[in-house]
């Protein structure tokens, strides 16, 4: 079985405007999830109170502390991220017909953004922010992170359409698709474990650790604990795992691919030498951002990696099927 992402041909001469926009899209979505950490992990998610989108009820909020000043500038740069993306959709939307391939993936981006903001909007709203440790929380939490990894592969698709990347059909019975998609499958399981354990490293080491409502307290602080414990071992386990993946994959494929698996085995040893620095130090709020940063990098690597292979192999298919035909 197989999916095609696109019935149109790929685009020979991509925009100049439109790739450095997509681009800087991508890099702007980094900023906006890095910029998310920063409001958890100094405790500023109630920077504006319970309310969303304006802050303390104000559309131009009275910047009061530096927990306001913190929230309305991850608010101002997610809607800055909105702007981009609108932008892009309006050029896009008027160089390229309906059912083009780089259309379709600013619209998923832009679908994805919205569930992004609404999930982020869900924590002010239902006050799933500073030291509340409901169970609530816990899944959302993780639920918020695969959406953002999500968001990010689609800016990601963006860029890479929009630098020519060629459209490609996905073969769910192949192996490699199967060994791609166990590697993201690790990617995100490491993702939501960690986020988990940023939040216990949060209320944990900062002794802030409350009782939300009655008896929540000892599942959620049991939960907590226990995440600390396992993302560790979940990282190393699982980077392992990808490291040997990505050789697999990219063996014999094309050169940028084979660049491309180099340095996300490189960034994979980066992430463990952070990550046992953050332990060691007892994570200090520049290491976790640092961390995250990375791990985002790593993300955006190998789905780079994953749309290159799909492409490669909808050439050689089509390739095949040209030849097939002139015989």
């Given amino acids: 079985m197989s999916y095609d992402l696109d019935m149109a041909p790929p685009v020979t001469q991509p925009d100049n405007r ?7 899209m991508l890099w702007l979505t980094v900023a906006v999830v890095v910029g998310g950490a920063l409001v958890r992990a100094t405790d500023s998610g109630a920077g ?9 009820g104000q559309l131009i909020p009275n910047i009061g502390t530096h927990h306001t000043a913190i929230e309305v500038s991850h608010r101002l740069t997610t809607g800055l991220l909105g702007i981009v993306l609108v932008l892009l959709f309006l050029l ?29 909007a869900s924590l002010v709203l239902f006050g799933w922010v500073e ?31 929009a630098s020519g990347g060629r459209p490609f059909r996905v073969d769910l019975s192949s192996i490699r698709t199967k060994a791609i998609a166990s590697a993201l499958g690790i990617v995100l399981v490491i993702g939501a474990t960690g986020a988990l354990n940023a939040l216990a490293d949060t209320l944990i080491l900062s002794g802030h650790l409350r009782e939300p409502v009655p008896g929540e307290l000892l599942v959620s602080e049991a939960v907590l604990r226990q995440v600390r414990t396992i993302h560790p071992f979940t990282a190393i386990i699982g980077g392992l795992a990808l490291f040997m993946l990505v050789r697999y994959l990219t063996a014999g494929a094309e050169r ?31 290491i976790q951002l640092v961390h995250l940063f990375v791990a985002d990098v790593l993300w955006i690597l190998f789905v780079l990696i994953a749309f290159n292979l799909f492409g490669e192999t909808s050439s050689e298919v089509e390739g095949a099927m040209s030849r097939a035909g002139t015989t």
Avoid: K
């Fill in 18 to 24: 439109i790739r450095v926009l997509a681009w800087s």
């Fill in 48 to 56: 504006c109170g319970e309310t969303w989108p304006i802050c303390g």
């Fill in 92 to 120: 896009v939307r008027r160089q390229y017909p309906r059912t083009h391939h780089l259309r379709r993936a600013v619209f998923g981006a832009g679908v994805l953004l919205i569930i992004e903001s609404l999930l982020g």
């Fill in 131 to 161: 030291y509340d440790a409901s169970i609530a929380r816990l899944i959302v939490v993780p639920v918020h992170l695969i959406n953002t990894f999500l968001l990010v592969a689609s800016m990601a698709l963006v860029a890479y359409f």
């Fill in 256 to 286: 940028r691919v084979r660049f491309l698996g180099f340095a996300v085995q490189g960034v994979i040893w980066l992430q463990f030498i952070l990550g046992l620095t953050n332990i060691a130090l007892e994570v200090p709020l520049e």
